[in-house]
Every structure is written in structure tokens, then in C-alpha cells.
């Protein structure tokens, strides 16, 4: 008889055991990921430049053109729809940044631009539609000389200079979902919509146009609280926890009647 009662001891702690792995994973459930469902750009302002158009649109102009080029510009589209979710304190595509780098006459260019963003974002059935205000500096520089009269932390290429847009993360752009409070930052720039890793600052070369993904990042300022699947699981867990302590109280008096009758 005894081997019985090892046999129904080692079947009570693996159910036991299992239930203590259930119950740790069901208190410990992953909260929501936040879903981008729209994210739309507009420029609301231009530091300095002359004949400026395009404000309040998705594309912005300045400059008086040299030589026949175009204006000087920056565009931005956004990278939803279609949604797409992701966890907080990962990068991710706020969508495409496009620099148009012409030829403008002295004086005429812009030394910096401001960057409205609205976005749609959703968690655990609440949705909210919060606009941000993103700051970018741009490196105008002089077109004369040769290349070594630019700066070569900035340059890439062979013809002076290269012009390079930077970003301000120095205000807090901060919303609230379900009740958790978080923060939106530029994380950079990246060439490809997979690299999630940013440079700093994004570099155009002299009479071209230009395109970089530009990325974000959301980080939780709040502990975040339990989602609605967390909450609903507690009973379960009670549950749990009542049926493998029955579990045992059974397993122990099987082992005494065991004995008894041997």
C-alpha cells in the first residue's frame, strides 16, 4: 500500500505546484499594450525664414530659391492607419519626416520648425485623442567654399554643406489612459521602418529631398493599474488557491485511512 501513498503525495504537491505557477502568472498578468489607431502631423510654426507657407498643413515651405531650386521645406506623414499596438518603453514609427534642402538666398531660411501631432490611441476599451507640440532645430548652412570648411560631425557627403535637423525633447508631452499617466518622446531618426534603434540628428544633402522614419517612444510616469483581465482573474485565483489546499487536506487524510488499514 505504501507505494499508493507516494504515488497520491507526488500526484497532490505536482498539482499543487502547478497551481502555484498559475496562480503567480494569473497576479502577474502583462498590462494591455496602448493601440495606435491614427497620427496625423501639421506644422504650427517656423523660427525665423521668409515667404513661409504651408503652415497648419503637413508640409511647410520657406526661403526665397537661388538658381532656379525650390524652397527649403519639411513634410510629415503619419505612419496610422491601419492600428497597430505595442508595449510601452519600445520604440516605435511615428511616421515619415521629409526634408526638402534647396538653395535660398541668405537670410531667408528658417533656424527651426514646430511640429503639431494628433494621435488616436486606445487601452482596455478607452480611447483618447490627445495633440502634441514636437520642436525641430535645422541647420541651415552656408553653400559656398569647399568641403572642409564644413562641419564634419555633420557632413556625409562631398558637397558643401550638409544640412541636419535635430529634435527638442525638453517638454513633457504627458497624457492619461485608464487612469495610468504617460509621456511621449522623440527617440531620433531611423533610415528603415524595422531599425528601431535612432540616430540623433538627420542629415540632407545640399539640393535634394530627403526621407527618415522618425520614431517615438511612450513611458509610463504612473505604476500602471491592473487591466480589466487582472481584475476579473482574482476570483479565479481565490478559486485556485481554495482547491489545491483542498487539494492537500484530502491527499493527507488518504495517506492516514492508508496506514490505518494496513
Given amino acids: 500500500m505504501m ?9 497532490g504537491n505536482s498539482a499543487i505546484i502547478g497551481l502555484s505557477s498559475i496562480v ?16 496625423t502631423g501639421f506644422w504650427t510654426s517656423v523660427n525665423g525664414g521668409a515667404n513661409v507657407t504651408g503652415l497648419q498643413t503637413n508640409q511647410v515651405r520657406w526661403g526665397n530659391p537661388v538658381s532656379g531650386s525650390g524652397q527649403s521645406g519639411l ?34 531660411a528658417a533656424s527651426g520648425a514646430n511640429l503639431g501631432i494628433s494621435l488616436n490611441l486606445s487601452n482596455a476599451g478607452e480611447t483618447i ?18 568641403v572642409d570648411a564644413c562641419d564634419p560631425t555633420k557632413q556625409i557627403s562631398s558637397v558643401p554643406c550638409d544640412d541636419v535637423i535635430t529634435f527638442d525633447n525638453s517638454q513633457q508631452q504627458i497624457f492619461i489612459l485608464n487612469g495610468n499617466q504617460y509621456e511621449l518622446k522623440i527617440s531620433g531618426f ?12 538627420f542629415t540632407t544633402i545640399e539640393r535634394q529631398e530627403n526621407n527618415a522614419y522618425l520614431l517615438g517612444k ?15 482573474a482574482l476570483p479565479i485565483v481565490g ?4 482547491f489545491g489546499f483542498g487539494l492537500r487536506a484530502k491527499q493527507k487524510l488518504a495517506q492516514k485511512k492508508l496506514v490505518k488499514f494496513e
Fill in 190 to 201: 531611423s533610415s528603415n521602418p524595422t531599425n528601431f534603434s535612432p540616430i540623433a540628428q
Fill in 129 to 146: 485623442n490627445p495633440q502634441f507640440n514636437y520642436a525641430f532645430n535645422i541647420d541651415e548652412t552656408v553653400n559656398q567654399g569647399n
Fill in 218 to 232: 511612450i513611458t509610463p510616469l504612473t505604476p500602471a493599474t491592473p487591466v480589466p483581465f487582472e481584475t476579473d
Fill in 3 to 11: 507505494p499508493k501513498i507516494k504515488q497520491l503525495t507526488a500526484l
Fill in 24 to 39: 503567480l502568472s494569473a497576479v502577474s498578468l502583462p498590462a494591455q499594450a496602448i493601440q495606435l489607431n491614427s497620427l
Fill in 75 to 108: 513634410g510629415f506623414v503619419g505612419s496610422a492607419p491601419p492600428s497597430v499596438s505595442f508595449p510601452v518603453n519600445t520604440n516605435f514609427v511615428l511616421g515619415t519626416l521629409t526634408h526638402y534642402n534647396f538653395v535660398v538666398a541668405g537670410g531667408t
Fill in 239 to 242: 478559486s485556485m488557491i481554495a
